[in-house]
């Protein structure tokens, strides 16, 4: 086994870590904040969209049951990359959709995955490949937000069952829910 870390930001860092807790191989999905000025973030300066960060996640995954390529092509697909620094209502630089390699084997795997995503959407894909720099946990309360607090949260429950049906649509092979049911 083999274990890989990927950086990805795709809007709230709660429903992308929702659809990434269901994808085989995954081990840990962890929520923080990477790509901004201030030191060590809390998610109200986050939040503002004055510190530059993106909420993101930082995702371990066994390379031998999932390849960054395929993780990327999960990411790409599960958001909507053509947005420009927002994920529906949400609206700021902080949700931006952006993927932050870790070596330059991922930043071309990252310019490849965009590539093969592109015919998929009906507009430009603004995703943006950013460099890797600190990343800053966000605070407990936000860890596996959606398997506690946010199944009552009525913004996850309008935004994450879409994204985990389309993860479990078109990638049905790769959800250990679909592998369960």
Same mark, same amino acid.
């Given at each position: 086994? *083999?274990?890989?870390?990927?950086?990805?930001?795709?809007?709230?860092?709660?429903?992308?870590?929702?659809?990434?807790?269901?994808?085989?191989?995954?081990?840990?999905?962890?929520?923080?904040?990477?790509?901004?000025?201030?030191?060590? =973030?809390?998610?109200?300066?986050?939040?503002?969209?004055?510190?530059?960060?993106?909420?993101?996640?930082?995702?371990?995954?066994?390379?031998?049951?999932?390849?960054?390529?395929?993780? /990327?092509?999960?990411?790409?697909?599960?958001?909507?990359?053509?947005?420009?620094?927002?994920?529906?209502?949400?609206?700021?630089?902080?949700?931006?959709?952006?993927?932050?390699?870790?070596?330059?084997?991922?930043?071309?795997?990252?310019?490849?995955?965009? /590539?093969?995503?592109?015919?998929?959407?009906?507009?430009?894909?603004?995703? *943006?490949?950013? =460099?890797?720099?600190?990343?800053?946990?966000?605070?407990?309360?936000?860890?596996?937000?959606?398997?506690?607090?946010?199944?009552?949260?009525?913004?996850?429950?309008?935004?994450?069952?879409?994204? /985990?049906?389309?993860?479990?649509?078109?990638?049905?092979?790769?959800?250990?829910?679909?592998?369960?049911?």
């Amino acid at each position: 086994m *083999t274990i890989e870390t990927a950086i990805v930001a795709g809007g709230c860092f709660w429903c992308t870590e929702a659809v990434f807790n269901d994808v085989i191989g995954v081990e840990k999905v962890e929520s923080g904040y990477i790509g901004g000025t201030a030191e060590n =973030p809390t998610y109200k300066q986050v939040c503002s969209g004055s510190t530059g960060h993106a909420e993101a996640i930082r995702i371990s995954f066994d390379t031998d049951m999932l390849s960054y390529g395929d993780l /990327l092509d999960m990411f790409l697909g599960t958001h909507d990359p053509t947005q420009l620094n927002r994920q529906g209502n949400d609206i700021g630089t902080q949700y931006r959709s952006a993927i932050f390699p870790l070596s330059s084997e991922q930043e071309e795997e990252a310019k490849a995955a965009i /590539l093969r995503a592109q015919p998929d959407w009906p507009a430009p894909i603004v995703t *943006t490949i950013e =460099p890797n720099g600190p990343w800053w946990p966000a605070e407990d309360y936000h860890q596996s937000y959606w398997e506690g607090e946010g199944q009552r949260n009525p913004y996850c429950l309008a935004v994450i069952p879409p994204k /985990l049906k389309k993860l479990r649509k078109s990638f049905a092979a790769r959800s250990k829910a679909a592998a369960e049911a």
